[in-house]
Structures are given as C-alpha cells and as structure tokens.
C-alpha cells in the first residue's frame, strides 16, 4: 500500500508563487508515475501535470510556462513550481501515483493512489 502526502498550498496574491510538495510512503518501488489534478468548485478534477518515472513531464494547456513538476532525489516525492498565479488557478490541489503508465497523457483513473489534496487560492 502507498500513502500519498501533499503540503505547500495557501494564500498568495495574483503574479506571486507557490511551490507544492507531495511524498508518497510504504510500497513506493511500485510507483511509474506522479502527477497533479486540481479540482475548482463546481468543476470537475482535472489533470494539471504529470511526471513519468523517466522524466517525461506533460502539462494542461493553462499552466504551460508557469507550472513546472519536478521529481526530487527519491522516485517518491514530486514538486510543483507555480509561478504566476492567476485567480483561475484557485483550486484544490491533489497529487496522485501511479504503478502502470498505460498511456500518455495518463487517465485520472490510473492512478491508484491520492493525497487528500492541499488548498491553493490566488487572490485578484
């Protein structure tokens, strides 16, 4: 089992930067990829980044050039640099694992593991 952990998010004024953390524990070796989703209200979940287990990093169209995920020296821990904020950026932040890459970019319902998500709200 893998438990997932996800810190870094809170209140920043629009053009200023957040970075969120996340590690994930237990049965870590199983784990290809990470990613992060982020969920406004009234909206549905939503892919914001991912990150396969060799690098290969993709992006939502509204983030690209101001986002950036990253690994860090463990497999099992992922970052994501947010510059720029904009108050559409206003969302729950969630990280998610994955143990297969079937596909690419992945599908939310591959992820077999998720944090409880981390709070992100940009004021205008």
């Known amino acids: 089992q893998v438990q997932v952990v996800e810190s870094g998010g809170g209140l920043v004024q629009a053009g200023g930067s957040l970075r969120l953390s996340c590690t994930a524990s237990?049965?870590?070796?199983?784990?290809?990829?990470m990613a992060w989703y982020r969920q406004a209200p009234g909206n549905q979940r939503g892919l914001v980044a991912a990150?396969?287990?060799?690098?290969?990093?993709i992006y939502t169209a509204s983030v690209k050039g101001r986002f950036t995920i990253s690994s860090g020296n463990a497999k099992n821990t992922v970052y994501l640099q947010m510059d720029s904020l904009k108050p559409e950026d206003t969302a729950v932040y969630y990280c998610?694992?994955?143990?297969?890459?079937?596909?690419?970019?992945?599908?939310?319902?591959?992820?077999?593991?998720w944090g409880q998500g981390t709070q992100v709200t940009v004021s205008s």
């Open positions: 990150i396969s287990s060799s690098g290969v990093t």
């Open positions: 237990g049965s870590v070796s199983s784990i290809n990829g």
């Open positions: 998610a694992a994955q143990r297969f890459v079937n596909s690419w970019p992945p599908r939310q319902y591959e992820f077999d593991y």
